[in-house]
């Protein structure tokens, strides 16, 4: 049933600066020095079997920056398609990942062992190096996978739909509860490991999972997932910035103003408070409304928002521009005095969609496209839905396009 839904996936590079890191940002503890030993070496997605070191370095040729596509088209799921590219100047190599599974899950039924079969796509956008991200990408799935098969027997049989005293657990439920889970426990154990191996930077993550006729889309960061049908954009991912995600990181910084130092103010200003200002009064926001107010401008409004900026230009305590996703244990903000840790208003938690594609009338023509913020920086959702919509129709004979018909799509969208 799932080979009748096709997934062109696209992973377009977002840069150091795009990403949203200040130059002058500090990653490491000053008395202690950093691990040298890496847990993985630089890597490319597995599926592309680049396997030489000059092979890898050209896909980080940004005068060139050539459009790198899987040697064997065959080796993606569904005749899926992959395409990438570095974003020139923006960092030394590529420092995105993409990972695709296969494989289930095994559970006993009516004491006979069966099995759930799972397909899994994702991409990883790197920041501040590509440690965090090749990790991200060799680890998520054993976590994913352990969650799973610790519910299994409540998803398929009798079981389906689980009853616990007077609740009844869905098993859709269930698998969201198993992405959730595995997102934290991967993103707990990058920390642990960052003491140990040199593992650089974080990561967003974008994973899509299907399983049991149903697609979930699991995304932490501002990657996003957007299922392109009959021309029409319909997301299947929010991005999750400091603009967005305001009010959480405006309310943690009010409940626990300790972490932000003397530097930061947890308070949203119409225009950043001059120290002219005081005593007149300016339009403000705390972090209960959401409406705006007067207040009048004093010595403690000089502080620097630790949101400030918008869209792009956005950043969190003047340091990051995402706020989900893996890893950035040891980020710290600038700050003359003492030290402001970024982590503690970061996330791995993801927000998971769900398609149920067995009530869907699913075609060949129904594409999901996964794409880091370097597509959807320069395209918006309805742009790709129409690149999509063209490129199908460029190759409208499906069995004379054959496996290459995705393939084919997803540099249209690099291009």
Same mark, same amino acid.
């Given at each position: 049933?799932?080979?009748?839904?096709?997934?062109?996936? +696209?992973?377009?590079?977002?840069?150091?600066?795009?990403?949203?890191?200040?130059?002058?940002?500090?990653?490491?503890?000053?008395?202690?020095?950093?691990?040298?030993?890496?847990?993985?070496?630089?890597?490319?997605?597995?599926?592309?079997? /680049?396997?030489?070191?000059?092979?890898?370095?050209? $896909?980080?040729?940004?005068?060139?920056?050539?459009?790198?596509?899987?040697?064997?088209?065959?080796?993606?799921?569904?005749?899926?398609?992959?395409?990438?590219?570095? @974003?020139?100047?923006?960092? &030394?190599?590529?420092?995105?990942?993409?990972? !695709?599974?296969?494989?289930?899950?095994?559970?006993?039924?009516? #004491?006979?062992?069966?099995?759930?079969?799972?397909?899994?796509?994702?991409? +990883?956008?790197?920041?501040?190096?590509?440690?965090?991200?090749?990790?991200?990408?060799?680890?998520?799935?054993?976590?994913?996978?352990? &969650?799973?098969?610790?519910?299994?027997?409540?998803?398929?049989?009798?079981?389906?739909?689980?009853?616990?005293?007077?609740?009844?657990?869905?098993?859709?439920?269930?698998?969201?509860?198993?992405?959730?889970?595995?997102?934290?426990?991967?993103?707990?154990?990058? #920390?642990?490991?960052?003491?140990?191996?040199?593992?650089?930077? #974080?990561?967003?993550?974008?994973?899509?999972?299907?399983?049991?006729?149903?697609?979930?889309?699991? @995304?932490?960061? =501002?990657?996003?997932? !957007?299922?392109?049908?009959?021309?029409?954009? %319909?997301?299947?991912? %929010?991005? +999750?910035?400091?603009?967005?995600?305001?009010?959480?990181?405006? *309310?943690?910084?009010?409940?626990?103003?300790?972490? /932000?130092?003397?530097?930061?103010?947890?308070?949203? %200003?119409?225009?950043?408070? /001059?120290?002219?200002?005081?005593?007149?009064?300016?339009?403000?926001?705390?972090?209960?409304?959401?409406?705006?107010?007067?207040?009048?401008?004093?010595?403690?409004?000089?502080? +620097?928002?630790?949101?400030?900026?918008?869209?792009?230009?956005?950043?969190?305590?003047?340091?990051?521009?995402?706020?989900?996703?893996?890893?950035?244990? =040891?980020? &710290?903000? *600038?700050? *003359?005095?003492?030290?402001?840790?970024?982590?503690?208003?970061?996330?791995?938690?993801?927000?998971?969609?769900? /398609?149920?594609?067995? $009530?869907?009338?699913? $075609?060949?023509?129904?594409?999901?496209?996964?794409?880091?913020?370097?597509?959807?920086?320069?395209?918006?959702?309805?742009?790709?839905?129409?690149?999509?919509?063209?490129?199908?129709?460029?190759?409208?004979?499906?069995?004379?396009?054959?496996?290459?018909?995705?393939?084919?799509?997803?540099?249209?969208?690099?291009?």
């Amino acid at each position: 049933m799932l080979g009748r839904f096709r997934s062109a996936v +696209f992973s377009a590079i977002g840069g150091l600066e795009e990403d949203g890191l200040s130059a002058s940002i500090l990653h490491s503890s000053p008395v202690r020095s950093k691990p040298r030993k890496e847990k993985y070496r630089y890597q490319r997605p597995a599926f592309l079997r /680049l396997e030489t070191e000059d092979e890898i370095q050209v $896909t980080a040729d940004h005068a060139v920056r050539p459009i790198i596509v899987p040697r064997d088209v065959s080796v993606l799921p569904w005749a899926a398609g992959y395409a990438e590219t570095i @974003n020139a100047g923006k960092s &030394r190599h590529n420092e995105d990942q993409a990972m !695709v599974r296969q494989g289930s899950i095994g559970v006993l039924v009516g #004491g006979k062992m069966e099995q759930i079969p799972y397909t899994v796509f994702a991409v +990883f956008d790197g920041h501040a190096g590509a440690g965090c991200a090749v990790t991200a990408s060799n680890d998520l799935m054993t976590a994913v996978q352990v &969650r799973l098969e610790s519910v299994a027997s409540h998803l398929v049989g009798e079981e389906g739909n689980t009853k616990w005293f007077s609740r009844t657990i869905s098993s859709e439920s269930l698998v969201i509860g198993a992405l959730e889970s595995a997102f934290w426990d991967t993103d707990q154990q990058i #920390g642990e490991e960052k003491k140990m191996y040199n593992m650089p930077g #974080g990561c967003t993550v974008l994973m899509a999972l299907f399983i049991l006729g149903k697609l979930y889309v699991a @995304n932490a960061g =501002d990657s996003r997932g !957007v299922l392109c049908r009959a021309a029409k954009a %319909y997301p299947m991912s %929010y991005d +999750f910035t400091p603009v967005t995600e305001r009010t959480r990181l405006m *309310q943690l910084g009010k409940l626990a103003p300790h972490l /932000l130092g003397e530097e930061y103010s947890w308070l949203e %200003y119409s225009r950043r408070p /001059l120290r002219k200002d005081i005593g007149s009064r300016m339009l403000y926001r705390d972090a209960h409304m959401t409406g705006w107010a007067y207040k009048i401008i004093q010595e403690s409004d000089m502080k +620097f928002p630790m949101v400030f900026g918008e869209g792009k230009r956005s950043r969190l305590l003047a340091t990051i521009g995402v706020t989900r996703g893996f890893g950035d244990h =040891d980020l &710290r903000a *600038q700050a *003359q005095h003492g030290t402001v840790l970024i982590k503690p208003f970061l996330s791995p938690q993801p927000e998971v969609r769900v /398609l149920d594609v067995d $009530t869907e009338t699913i $075609t060949a023509d129904d594409v999901l496209v996964l794409g880091t913020d370097g597509l959807w920086d320069v395209v918006t959702n309805e742009e790709v839905a129409a690149i999509v919509s063209r490129g199908l129709q460029a190759w409208d004979n499906e069995s004379r396009a054959g496996k290459y018909r995705y393939i084919s799509l997803a540099q249209d969208l690099v291009m």
